[in-house]
């Protein structure tokens, strides 16, 4: 990025007021004077050697204006060996500040340079000690009108804070230690104010599974419960939200944030070792903290990213050719109405944001084709070829019509790191505001701004970035702007344009989510095509498609999440676990095994029984059992037969399946369910029918049995005729009763048996017998009867 005092003849601002502080002028003389100062045998800058470590823990005004007082508080310790006596905390004015990458030098300084460090304030301005004993960190506060910094023209000055005094080794006054940050000093409104835009994200890692609970509820499950604590009071996104809510900023949210939560309000289980879930407990944080959300995000702009934030380098470098771009379509269709319904405000999907504003010609593309016009980069890979003097606007054209949102790197990049230090923290804020207000004095030309700070701040991030927002927002020379305003600003004639050719940052590109991870490849165990083919495969024959589409369309968003970067393992252990799920219930629709089936005969007929173990029913499913050998079995006369199957759900369905045989013997066959489309579903179910036929012998003795059976009858109807003749003619005798109680009992037990309805058969009998053992009792309307016992045989 140019800098403006890099360009001979250029000033940072108009010199109005530069002659108002003359001391200003005499910077040069305190430098060669302290220089000229130093005891014998003392070096000028000796790196790492101050024994005093000296932190700034407060500065407040960040930046003050005319008629304020600067306190600055802090510790002082001694890292030494030896206690300093006569010691003393003062505070040094140093050099106007012209450019940014001066401003970058000085905050790498670490030691004492004499002369380079400034004056010191002194006077009354001064906190001492008697004595610093080794390794106790002593408190002090320093308070000092502005007017008596002799502060000169608009800008940046470096403000030292050291500690002085001396040790029984080196018994003369000299420098201990020093610590330097940054006063921005604007006391009047700029000719032109910088319009700074903020992007305040509120994005989170993966916590939804594909899985949910059983029943029509579908009770959905965490992977753990870590968002209830992210949201709870005191975590990381209830900070962003109570601070966001202060801040003119633009959110930034990932819907899959959202339907989270929203989910958390109703029951929800956790994810536990053993593949059981126990209950959620963050009912009500989720409740109140989308309720502040709702009312904090009211009048605001909100950019709705993707859903479940996917990873657009590693789709256009490794999934691009698979299915990543579809998927990313429909993350992009579905955050639009994600947000809707929970946040009640309409937010804009033309924006798209690759990980720290990275680009190349392919991440563009990718971006761009599934919806946004406008992508958010960042000036360390949108790098200016130095023609301009000044840091150009935000929005340049790159092309195809879309719009490269330019993010600062230096701002976006100044609350990286531990912020939970309070040295650390005032010296991220006050070189924040430092740069911005260097930016601003460039040129008199008003130019946009944009910050795009990490993807998942901190707390303590979250604070120092708040803290500094607050600051600018309040400051003489930056005015807020929205994202969408932004993007509209006319751009720079001379600002880059060009996209870089290759990605060209090494440690993004390792952090990429493998090919593997979007399609299976030898070793890999799941991947996101394999995944879909599943679920499509699975949706042809349900008849409420939703209740997997969803689900599992929004996890496999979530295989693609930013949030996986620098995780592989976890990324691994996702994915697999949302493909083991889906087929897990893919296999709730299966076949029944069957044992040995027995045909005695030519032609019977055999159950085979689909098994829906699915809350709802399925249909579009084709049953086709085929013969292994159709020149001795034949189905349905055919070398298989197929059936249409449809089964309620929890239910299932026996379909019989005529055969015929022409020989004796086993002879396997096998069952397999189709879809629709002719997709085989789920796993075949082999099993033998052996067949066994009528010998020769056997028709004679069945033929001679009935024959006897005839001859009986006709004895019986003799002797019954004979019977009733004499009973006639004995009719006065008085022995009818006893005649007719002794023929009814031989008409009972005469074969053995009890007598049937008229009409019924042994073989009407038997082909109620017809399903097998290893066949349930269907509990839907069955084409055949009940489970028949162990070697049933099938009778014609």
């Given at each position: 990025m140019a800098e403006a005092a890099d360009f001979p003849g250029l000033t940072p601002s108009p010199a109005r007021r530069w002659l108002r502080r003359a001391g200003v002028l005499l910077t040069g003389a305190p430098l060669l004077a302290g220089l000229l100062q130093l005891p014998a045998g003392q070096p000028a800058y000796a790196a790492g050697s101050d024994p005093v470590v000296v932190s700034i823990d407060s500065l407040t005004p960040s930046a003050p204006t005319d008629?304020?007082?600067?306190?600055?508080?802090?510790?002082?310790?001694?890292?030494?060996?030896?206690?300093?006596?006569?010691?003393?905390?003062?505070?040094?004015?140093?050099?106007?500040?012209?450019?940014?990458?001066?401003?970058?030098?000085?905050?790498?300084?670490?030691?004492?340079?004499?002369?380079?460090?400034?004056?010191?304030?002194?006077g009354k301005y001064v906190e001492k000690f008697s004595k610093l004993t080794p390794g106790v960190a002593q408190p002090f506060t320093i308070s000092v009108p502005v007017d008596k910094l002799d502060l000169g023209q608009d800008g940046v000055y470096e403000l030292g804070v050291s500690l002085s005094g001396e040790t029984s080794a080196e018994p003369y006054e000299r420098v201990l230690g020093i610590k330097r940050t940054f006063l921005p000093w604007q006391p009047e409104e700029a000719d032109t104010r910088t319009r700074t835009t903020y992007l305040w994200p509120l994005i989170s890692t993966v916590h939804m599974t594909a899985e949910t609970g059983p029943g029509e509820q579908q009770t959905p499950v965490f992977l753990n419960d870590d968002l209830a604590a992210e949201i709870s009071p005191g975590g990381r996104l209830e900070q962003m939200l109570s601070l966001g809510k202060e801040l003119d900023v633009t959110w930034v949210i990932d819907p899959d944030l959202l339907a989270s939560v929203d989910a958390m309000i109703g029951s929800y289980g956790v994810q536990g070792a053993d593949d059981t879930s126990t209950p959620g407990t963050g009912q009500a944080v989720a409740k109140q903290w989308l309720a502040e959300l709702q009312d904090a995000v009211e009048g605001k702009e909100v950019v709705a990213l993707p859903f479940a934030d996917p990873d657009l380098a590693s789709i256009a470098h490794n999934g691009r050719n698979v299915t990543g771009l579809s998927h990313l379509k429909s993350a992009t269709d579905v955050a639009a109405t994600t947000v809707e319904t929970i946040l009640h405000v309409t937010p804009s999907t033309d924006f798209a944001w690759p990980v720290n504003g990275a680009l190349d010609p392919s991440i563009v593309k990718i971006a761009t084709s599934a919806g946004?016009?406008?992508?958010?980069?960042?000036?360390?890979?949108?790098?200016?070829?130095?023609?301009?003097?000044?840091?150009?606007?935000?929005?340049?054209?790159?092309?195809?019509?879309?719009?490269?949102?330019?993010?600062?790197?230096?701002?976006?990049?100044?609350?990286?790191?531990?912020?939970?230090?309070?040295?650390?923290?005032?010296?991220?804020?006050?070189?924040?505001?430092?740069?911005?207000?260097?930016?601003?004095?460039?040129?008199?030309?008003?130019?946009?701004?944009?910050?795009?700070?990490?993807?998942m701040p901190s707390a303590s991030q979250a604070q120092t970035m708040a803290e500094a927002i607050t600051a600018l927002q309040n400051s003489n020379w930056?005015?807020?702007?929205?994202?969408?305003?932004?993007?509209?600003?006319?751009?720079?004639?001379?600002?880059?344009?060009?996209?870089?050719?290759?990605?060209?940052?090494?440690?993004?590109?390792?952090?990429?989510?493998?090919?593997?991870?979007?399609?299976?490849?030898?070793?890999?165990?799941?991947?996101?095509?394999?995944?879909?083919?599943?679920?499509?495969?699975?949706?042809?024959?349900?008849?409420?498609?939703?209740?997997?589409?969803?689900?599992?369309?929004?996890?496999?968003?979530?295989?693609?999440?930013?949030?996986?970067?620098?995780?592989?393992?976890?990324?691994?252990?996702?994915?697999?676990?949302?493909?083991?799920?889906l087929k897990d219930l893919t296999e709730q629709v299966k076949l029944i095994k069957k044992s040995e089936t027995k045909l005695s005969g030519g032609s019977a007929t055999i159950p085979v029984t689909v098994q829906n173990n699915l809350v709802q029913p399925v249909e579009n499913l084709v049953l086709r059992v085929t013969s292994t050998n159709p020149t001795r079995l034949k189905i349905g006369g055919n070398d298989y037969q197929e059936k249409p199957v449809s089964v309620s759900g929890g239910h299932s369905q026996s379909v019989k399946f005529t055969t015929s045989s022409n020989a004796n013997g086993p002879i396997q066959v096998i069952a397999q369910l189709y879809t629709k489309d002719g997709q085989k579903y789920g796993d075949a179910v082999p099993f033998d029918v052996r067949v066994t036929e009528f010998t020769a012998m056997a028709m004679l003795v069945i033929g001679g049995g009935f024959l006897l059976l005839v001859l009986a009858g006709l004895r019986m109807y003799t002797q019954r005729k004979r019977a009733a003749a004499r009973r006639s003619e004995e009719a006065g005798n008085g022995h009818e009763d006893e005649t007719t109680d002794e023929n009814a009992g031989a008409d009972e037990n005469h074969d053995g048996t009890e007598s049937r309805p008229q009409g019924e058969s042994d073989a009407a009998v038997r082909a109620d017998a017809t399903e097998q053992p290893s066949d349930p009792t269907p509990n839907t309307a069955p084409e055949s009867a009940g489970p028949s016992g162990t070697g049933e045989r099938v009778d014609r």
């Open positions: 008629g304020d007082t600067v306190t600055v508080s802090g510790t002082v310790t001694n890292k030494g060996k030896r206690a300093v006596s006569d010691a003393h905390v003062d505070l040094r004015v140093g050099q106007l500040l012209t450019t940014r990458s001066g401003i970058d030098d000085v905050a790498a300084r670490t030691d004492y340079v004499s002369g380079a460090d400034g004056t010191e304030v002194g946004a016009d406008k992508v958010i980069a960042r000036s360390d890979s949108l790098k200016e070829t130095g023609e301009l003097p000044y840091t150009p606007s935000a929005a340049r054209p790159i092309g195809g019509g879309t719009t490269a949102v330019v993010a600062d790197t230096r701002l976006s990049t100044a609350f990286q790191g531990d912020m939970t230090n309070a040295g650390r923290s005032t010296l991220a804020v006050q070189k924040f505001l430092a740069t911005s207000l260097t930016t601003t004095l460039q040129t008199d030309k008003q130019r946009t701004v944009v910050v795009a700070p990490q993807r930056s005015q807020p702007q929205e994202l969408t305003a932004t993007a509209d600003t006319k751009p720079d004639p001379g600002a880059t344009t060009k996209v870089p050719s290759a990605y060209s940052n090494p440690a993004l590109a390792s952090q990429q989510l493998p090919a593997s991870a979007f399609t299976t490849t030898p070793g890999s165990q799941s991947s996101i095509a394999g995944t879909q083919s599943i679920l499509d495969k699975f949706k042809i024959i349900l008849t409420d498609k939703t209740r997997v589409e969803t689900p599992f369309g929004r996890a496999i968003n979530r295989e693609m999440s930013t949030s996986w970067r620098g995780e592989p393992a976890a990324a691994d252990s996702f994915r697999n676990g949302v493909e083991s799920y």
